[in-house]
């Protein structure tokens, strides 16, 4: 994350921001992509029940009858959705920091840390959001369904055009509220504990120990919206539904651990792997680049 005003280091440029987010964002889906693909098989089944057990036997089979390409299927889709989303997400956090005077000359502003977080995060989505939707249906189909990510934007576009692109915005944006809220105000907020309490910048072990308990936090947060944005992009949950309703109809069909956070175990295990390395990624690449500068 962005280095506190405080210390008296500039904020980065938009140009590297942006450069320093796509690296971090890339590394850290492709650390976490068989792990990705086996939540979103679980997420988007009404009828395949999930335990921890299941998730492991599924990614043997995939790896036995398909070969170990197969379990980054859609990660393709993946780079070309959290490249430009990863960019814009640090981008933005950045500039909005700078915006909202966020922890400047050495005041503390938690509310606008987590709102800042939360705007960041809703102004990437936005942008990157049909990108989203194309890796969501190439992670659950095959080969004979999408033969590549051109494939699932032409194919889905003649469907339903750009509305079917953006099915699912809704409680995908609720669900980035809390979750990138909660995960860069814990991330910044530990780094500040930290700081205040050392007397010295965090290393690379504590921002990846921090981005860690940030992404735990974040991703419990926001879940079964993350299970309804999901069905809604790969047609499991009837056009015209709201979200409200989305979340009632799988509550009352199928609970809340097989139903809303079905899959949360998968998500403990890679969401904080996830957060972490792109944090820890991110502040790495601004402190080269700042060294190659001197």
Request: charged share 20%; net charge positive.
């Amino acid at each position: 994350m962005p280095h506190d005003s405080n210390e008296g280091k500039q904020r980065p440029s938009v140009v590297l921001s942006l450069s320093a987010g796509a690296i971090a964002g890339a590394l850290a889906k492709t650390t976490i992509a068989p792990l990705d693909r086996t939540k979103i098989y679980f997420q988007v089944s009404s009828t395949r029940g999930y335990s921890f057990r299941s998730a492991i036997k599924f990614i043997k089979l995939t790896y036995r009858e398909n070969g170990f390409f197969a379990l980054y299927r859609g990660n393709s889709a993946t780079m070309a959705r959290v490249v430009p989303y990863a960019s814009m997400q640090f981008a933005a956090f950045e500039q909005y920091k700078k915006l909202l005077k966020v922890d400047e000359n050495g005041s503390r502003t938690p509310v606008k840390r987590y709102i800042t977080g939360s705007l960041a995060a809703t102004t990437a989505t936005m942008i990157t959001y049909p990108l989203d939707t194309a890796k969501a249906r190439l992670s659950v189909s095959s080969k004979l369904q999408y033969s590549s990510l051109k494939h699932v934007f032409v194919k889905t576009y003649k469907e339903g055009g750009i509305q079917l692109l953006y099915r699912g915005i809704y409680p995908t944006i609720l669900g980035v509220i809390p979750y990138a809220g909660s995960s860069f105000f814990t991330y910044e907020t530990l780094k500040i504990m930290y700081r205040d309490h050392r007397g010295e910048v965090e290393n690379s072990y504590y921002r990846m120990l921090f981005g860690m308990l940030a992404g735990l936090i974040g991703q419990s947060s926001s879940y079964p919206l993350d299970i309804v944005r999901r069905r809604m992009q790969t047609g499991r949950i009837p056009s015209g539904w709201s979200p409200l309703r989305a979340l009632i109809h799988i509550y009352h069909t199928e609970g809340l651990k097989r139903g809303l956070y079905k899959g949360l175990s998968m998500n403990w295990l890679k969401g904080p792997i996830a957060v972490g390395v792109s944090f820890t990624t991110y502040e790495k690449v601004l402190e080269l680049v700042g060294h190659l500068k001197r």
